[in-house]
């Protein structure tokens, strides 16, 4: 899918947070996904071990490519 794609490309080798997710799909891909719907995707991404996630200080979750 999406994520998969932008993980191959690259785009998870700087942490995102969901909102800068959505926007870079919304913006450079034109495809337009609800923040629930990318949240699952996101966690599924990461048990998948595609992804890694790390909470940030003001509490939200930033998520890059598993090393």
Do not use: C, W
């Amino acid at each position: 899918g999406l994520l998969r794609e932008l993980v191959q490309r690259g785009y998870f080798d700087t942490p995102r947070t969901v909102g800068e997710i959505a926007d870079h799909l919304k913006v450079k891909r034109g495809s337009r996904i609800n923040t629930v719907s990318l949240s699952v995707a996101l966690m599924r991404s990461v048990r998948n071990e595609e992804l890694t996630r790390d909470r940030r200080q003001d509490g939200t979750y930033e998520y890059t490519r598993h090393k």
